[in-house]
């Protein structure tokens, strides 16, 4: 059930992307296996460069496994670096190619809801989204900073920067003052000590 929702949404985007069916397309009857812990789904490619569920018994040319954090650093902050954390067996072309399609397709969503409710209607609600969402991430950095001065400044639990910077360098004073006593005692030693007779 959820393998046909996940290649149903997959073609969706792929309808509209010319480009990314024809890079899909070279590899037609290919089947390709994504892990997700818990989830595992295969796919294989049909010659229009479709993904369809394949067959149970049909052998993976290439299994691409990657964690939920992955995944959520890949598709939602859009963090390229997350890709070195992707485990790939088999055909690398042919993951390649898929995860590169799969990275760059984008849902046009005010396309879709314009067909449900119209252009304008679906204009509005897609800028509201947005707005709401710059909203949501604008209040999270806010909230951080704050706590972050909370933290550091009114409730000193975690010593800030220029705290750490004066205690360093209180330390290296009293490091020096303490080289300088130590130079001054010895020369005081040599001065009161008994010179032995010539």
């Given at each position: 059930?959820l393998?046909?929702?996940?290649a149903?949404?997959?073609?969706h985007l792929?309808?509209?992307?010319n480009?990314?069916?024809?890079?899909?397309?070279?590899?037609?009857?290919a089947?390709?296996?994504?892990i997700l812990?818990?989830l595992?789904s295969?796919?294989?490619?049909a010659e229009?460069?479709t993904?369809?569920?394949?067959p149970?018994d049909?052998?993976?040319?290439?299994t691409?496994?990657?964690t939920?954090?992955?995944?959520?650093?890949?598709?939602?902050?859009?963090d390229?670096?997350?890709?070195?954390?992707v485990?790939v067996?088999?055909d690398a072309a042919l993951?390649?190619?898929?995860?590169r399609?799969?990275g760059?397709?984008r849902?046009?969503?005010?396309?879709?809801l314009s067909r449900?409710?119209g252009d304008?209607a679906?204009?509005r609600?897609?800028?509201?989204g947005q707005?709401?969402?710059h909203?949501q991430?604008?209040?999270?950095?806010?909230l951080?900073?704050?706590l972050?001065?909370y933290?550091?400044e009114?409730?000193?639990?975690v010593?800030?920067?220029e705290?750490l910077?004066a205690?360093?360098?209180?330390?290296d004073?009293l490091r020096?003052d303490?080289?300088?006593?130590?130079k001054?005692i010895?020369?005081l030693m040599r001065e009161?000590?008994?010179?032995?007779?010539g």
């Amino acid at each position: 059930m959820l393998d046909n929702l996940a290649a149903g949404a997959m073609n969706h985007l792929l309808r509209d992307a010319n480009w990314a069916r024809e890079r899909l397309a070279p590899f037609a009857g290919a089947s390709v296996r994504f892990i997700l812990p818990p989830l595992s789904s295969m796919f294989s490619i049909a010659e229009d460069g479709t993904l369809h569920v394949a067959p149970v018994d049909m052998q993976p040319v290439a299994t691409i496994k990657l964690t939920p954090a992955t995944a959520m650093r890949l598709l939602v902050l859009k963090d390229e670096s997350a890709r070195a954390d992707v485990e790939v067996e088999g055909d690398a072309a042919l993951a390649g190619a898929i995860t590169r399609v799969l990275g760059t397709l984008r849902w046009d969503v005010e396309e879709d809801l314009s067909r449900l409710i119209g252009d304008i209607a679906a204009h509005r609600v897609v800028k509201t989204g947005q707005a709401v969402a710059h909203w949501q991430r604008a209040a999270a950095e806010n909230l951080a900073r704050s706590l972050g001065e909370y933290v550091t400044e009114e409730r000193p639990l975690v010593a800030g920067r220029e705290a750490l910077h004066a205690f360093a360098q209180a330390v290296d004073e009293l490091r020096d003052d303490t080289e300088r006593l130590e130079k001054r005692i010895e020369r005081l030693m040599r001065e009161l000590s008994p010179r032995e007779p010539g």
